[in-house]
């Protein structure tokens, strides 16, 4: 007798905005993976694997009861579980803004500061702030340091 149905191996969740419904999910599947191999959305890198660096921050949003509101969380793409995010919306980097529609005001912020170098830990420091404020949308100087606790760039 088969446990698990059909049905029930759906993942419902939405990326960027965009509902996602997918029949066949391999449950050791990735958010990363599953964002730059089944989305081809290849902004989210893979740095060190382990959840250190933050090169794979993504915003996961979700409604909490308790709080009555929606709460936003960076979350390391690399480590959770694609089917963790069921139910939930993620938003990546190419999500917020992009030179062909319009930097967020994060992105634009860092481009003409000039603060990045290689760019590839960017996506995830973006990301981090880019929760922050949504979550405080005026950050104590403590809170953007905590905000980046999770983000390391090796250059």
């Known amino acids: 007798m088969e446990l698990i149905?059909?049905?029930?191996?759906?993942?419902h969740f939405y990326v960027n905005g965009?509902?996602?419904?997918?029949h066949d999910v391999h449950p050791e599947t990735t958010l990363l993976s599953y964002l730059r191999t089944k989305l081809g959305l290849c902004?989210?890198?893979?740095?060190?694997?382990?959840?250190?660096?933050?090169?794979?921050?993504?915003?996961?949003?979700?409604?909490?009861?308790?709080?009555?509101?929606?709460?936003?969380?960076?979350v390391n793409a690399c480590l959770a579980p694609v089917a963790s995010v069921a139910e939930?919306?993620?938003?990546?980097?190419?999500?917020?803004?992009?030179?062909?529609?319009?930097?967020?005001?994060?992105?634009?912020r860092i481009a003409k500061a000039h603060g990045s170098q290689c760019g590839f830990c960017?996506?995830?420091?973006v990301m981090s702030m880019y929760t922050l404020l949504r979550n405080t949308p005026e950050p104590t100087a403590q809170e953007i340091e905590d905000?980046?606790?999770g983000n390391l760039c090796r250059c």
Not at 45 to 50: A, D, Q
Not at 52 to 63: E, F, K, Q
Request: charge should be neutral.
């Open 5 to 11: 149905t059909r049905a029930s191996r759906e993942l």
């Open 18 to 22: 965009k509902r996602v419904i997918d």
């Open 43 to 74: 902004g989210t890198k893979l740095g060190c694997g382990e959840g250190g660096c933050g090169a794979c921050t993504v915003m996961v949003s979700h409604y909490d009861e308790q709080l009555d509101k929606i709460v936003h969380r960076p």
């Open 88 to 108: 939930m919306a993620v938003t990546t980097v190419e999500g917020i803004g992009s030179v062909k529609s319009r930097l967020h005001p994060v992105q634009e």
């Open 122 to 125: 960017t996506p995830g420091i």
């Open 147 to 149: 905000a980046f606790d």
